[in-house]
C-alpha cells in the first residue's frame, strides 16, 4: 500500500522537473538573444541629425544592460559543472582556453588576467597531477580522497578570485561586466551585488555536485575490482574535458547541461551528505592525527559518532555528538538554522562497550530496545583507554574484525 501511494508522488515531481527545465530553456533561449550593435561612426556625416538621435528611453537601455548581463550570466556559470566534478583540472582546462584558445572564446575566458597568467596555468597542472596520481590505485586512494574537500573549497576560492578579477580589471569589456557593480536585491538596508550573488551560486553548485561526485568515487573504491579506480579518474577527466568543450562551443548550453546536473545532484544531496560526511571522517581523521598527533589525544566528555541505524530522532550515518552528562549519555544534534536536536540514553537503562577496529571503531549499545551500534573514527585510537574514561563506558578485550563493509551505504 504505501509504495502504491508513493509512486504517483515520484511521477509527479519527475513531471515538474521537466516542466521546469523545459520553461528555463525555453526562457534562457529568449535571454540569449542580444541586439548586435554595428559601427556607424563613419556614416555620421552621411545621416541626417533627426535621425541621430537616441531612439531608445531609459528603460529600453535598463532592458539592454539585462540582455547583456545575462550573457554574461551564461559565461560564468557554464564551466562552474567541469570545476565541481574536478576543480584543479578544470581551471586548467580554463586557464589554457584563456591562453591558446583566441579572440572567439567567451568573453569571461579570453579577457581574464588571471587566467592568462602561464604561471596560473602550470600552477593547477601541476596540482590536478599531484591530485589524480592517488587516485589511481585502491591503496593510495584513501589518501586522495581525504584531501578531496579541500581541494573542492581551492576550486571555489579560486573561480570567485577570477571572477572578481574579471569584473574589476577590464574596464573596457562595457556591457558584459558592467551588472558587477549593479545590486541585484535589495531589501531596506540591504544590497547585494550581482558578483556576490554569483560567487554564493558558484560555492553551492561545487559543493553539491562535488559531494555527489565524492559519494561516488568512495563507492567505487570499495568494489573488489582492480583498475576500476583508474577507470573512474580518466572517465572522470574526460567529462570535465567534454563538459568544458560545450562550454567553448556554446555557453548558454554549458549553463543548461550546468542545471541539469545540479539538478539531479541536488535530489539525492541530503542522503548523499550523511554518507558523504561519514566516509570523510572515516578517512580524513586517521591521515590529519599522523600530521597532528594533539589531534588524536581525547579532552573532552564527548565523541563525534554516526549511528549504523537509525536511533531515536536521528537517521543512519547522521554525524551527532555522544555526550556524558553524568547520569545518562546524550546524542546531541547541532543545527545551523533550526534547534539542536537530542536523544538520552540514561545509564540506569543502558550500557555501552567500546571496540577498536581495523577501519571503523564501534560502540555497542545495550538497552530495553533492540541493541544499536555507534561508529566512529580511529582517530582516538592511541588513546581509547583515556577516552572510555572521559565517556564512561567500557573498552571490549578483544578487538572487532571491521572491514571496507562499514563504509558501505547506510540506509
Not at 232 to 245: D, F, G, T, Y
Request: hydrophobic fraction near 50%; proline fraction near 6%.
Amino acid at each position: 500500500m504505501l509504495a502504491s501511494h508513493q509512486s504517483p508522488n515520484y511521477r509527479t515531481l519527475a513531471l515538474r522537473l521537466i516542466c521546469i527545465l523545459l520553461a528555463i530553456v525555453s526562457i534562457g533561449s529568449l535571454l540569449q538573444w542580444s541586439p548586435q550593435t554595428q559601427e556607424v561612426a563613419q556614416l555620421s556625416g552621411l545621416v541626417p541629425d533627426a535621425l541621430q538621435t537616441d531612439p531608445l528611453s531609459a528603460k529600453d537601455h535598463e532592458l539592454a544592460t539585462g540582455l547583456a548581463g545575462t550573457v554574461s550570466a551564461f559565461e560564468w556559470l557554464g564551466p562552474l559543472a567541469p570545476i565541481a566534478i574536478s576543480p584543479f583540472f578544470g581551471l586548467a582546462c580554463l586557464c589554457g582556453i584563456s591562453l591558446y584558445g583566441g579572440d572567439w572564446m567567451p568573453a569571461f575566458a579570453s579577457g581574464n588576467p588571471v587566467l592568462q597568467n602561464p604561471a596560473v596555468l602550470w600552477a593547477f597542472v601541476i596540482l590536478t597531477v599531484v591530485t589524480s596520481l592517488p587516485r589511481l590505485t585502491k591503496v593510495s586512494k584513501p589518501v586522495g580522497q581525504a584531501i578531496d574537500q579541500l581541494e573542492a573549497w581551492s576550486g571555489i576560492i579560486a573561480i570567485i578570485v577570477i571572477r572578481i578579477a574579471s569584473a574589476t580589471s577590464d574596464p573596457a569589456a562595457g556591457e558584459a561586466t558592467a551588472m558587477a557593480a549593479i545590486p541585484v536585491f535589495e531589501c531596506g538596508f540591504f544590497s547585494m551585488s550581482a558578483d556576490v550573488l554569483f560567487s554564493i551560486a558558484a560555492m553551492i553548485n561545487i559543493v553539491v555536485i562535488n559531494t555527489v561526485k565524492f559519494f561516488f568515487e568512495v563507492s567505487v573504491w570499495l568494489m573488489p575490482f582492480p583498475f576500476v579506480d583508474a577507470m573512474l579518474e580518466v572517465a572522470n577527466k574526460s567529462v570535465c574535458a567534454a563538459l568544458m568543450a560545450v562550454y567553448v562551443w556554446s555557453p548558454f548550453w554549458a549553463t543548461m547541461l550546468n542545471l541539469v546536473i545540479f539538478l539531479a545532484c541536488f535530489a539525492a544531496f541530503s542522503w548523499v551528505k550523511r554518507q558523504v560526511t561519514y566516509m570523510r571522517s572515516i578517512l580524513f581523521d586517521p591521515v590529519w592525527t599522523m600530521v597532528q598527533k594533539s589531534y588524536g589525544q581525547p579532552k573532552t566528555k564527548e565523541l563525534t559518532v554516526f549511528p549504523q541505524q537509525g536511533i531515536g530522532p536521528f537517521a543512519a550515518r547522521e554525524r551527532l555528538q555522544l555526550v556524558d552528562t553524568g547520569e545518562s549519555w546524550e546524542l546531541r544534534q547541532t543545527r545551523m538554522l533550526f534547534p539542536s536536536k537530542t536523544h538520552v540514553l540514561p545509564k540506569s537503562d543502558y550500557q555501552m562497550q567500546m571496540q577498536s577496529g581495523m577501519i571503523v571503531n564501534k560502540i555497542n549499545v545495550a538497552g530495553p530496545e533492540t541493541p544499536e551500534t555507534l561508529l566512529f573514527t580511529r582517530r582516538f585510537n592511541d588513546h581509547l583507554d583515556q577516552l572510555a574514561g572521559l565517556l564512561g563506558v567500557e573498552v571490549a578485550a578483544q578487538e572487532e574484525q571491521s572491514s571496507v563493509s562499514d563504509l558501505a551505504i547506510g540506509t
